[in-house]
């Protein structure tokens, strides 16, 4: 029976797997399209109810306008590379002094304008919105929530083991146990993986800036100048952070942009 159900269970992921774009990286995605854009509305309206939206004409038509553009490229994929999502885009400004974006899943995509003076271009630009498309084209955001279920499971079925091992004056240190399994799923699975989604989210996003009109070659630029502004922050060691480290990334992309210049095509 216990083999049955393994085997049962080794099916079913089977069958939820997927492949990445550009990349053709092989994904577990156990959460349906439907929940992923009802998860990623919901958060998106909590978002638009708490960050103030900016009210400069100039940064908003910008952001609108390269985003509008990344998204059609992401909507007519050149030949079969991937499937159209879809989506009901939509682009905002946040009226922050913080070098950040994100988008969630479903296409919601947001800017804010503390990341307007490191980007500076409308290609600067383009490279960020990019990256984020990138991880909703992906279903980067399913794809990290069935990581967390299968790691769950593979944690639940450690802390079985451990109860049934574990005997007399030793049972007393099983709680202590069990959070060591949990830091070993989450440093040796979960952030490794959302590592790779970040530099499949540059290597997508470069072929997305690309086929909408933009230079990928200024990625290289623009990572810099994030590397630049974040000097002397003291930032997180990468084997613990959810992205790869800033010359890890520049190296990344340069090795990238060659394939990205396929699909450029410059624009007016």
Sequence with gaps: MRLLLTLCGLTSLLAACETA????????????????RQM???????????????HNAQATALVEKVGRRIAAAAERPPGEMWRAPH???EFKTFDKNEPNAFCLPGGKVAVYTGLLPITRTEAGLAVVIGHEVAHALARHGAERMSDQMVASVGAAAAAAALSTTVSGRNRAYLPAMMAAV???AT???????????ES???RIGLVLMALAGYDPREAIGVWERMRAAKAGGGG???WLSTHPADTTRINNIKGWVNEAMRY???RD
């Design 182 to 184: 949990g830091a070993g």
């Design 21 to 36: 774009p550009v990349t053709g990286r092989s994904q577990i995605m156990l959460v349906s399209e439907n929940e992923e």
């Design 187 to 197: 440093v040796g699975f979960i952030l490794p993986m959302s590592r790779a989604q």
């Design 87 to 89: 989506y009901r885009w």
């Design 200 to 202: 499949e989210a540059d």
């Design 236 to 238: 997180q060691a990468e």
């Design 264 to 266: 450029y095509r410059p």
């Design 40 to 54: 990623g509305l919901q958060a998106y309206q909590q978002v638009l109810a708490k960050e103030p939206l900016s």
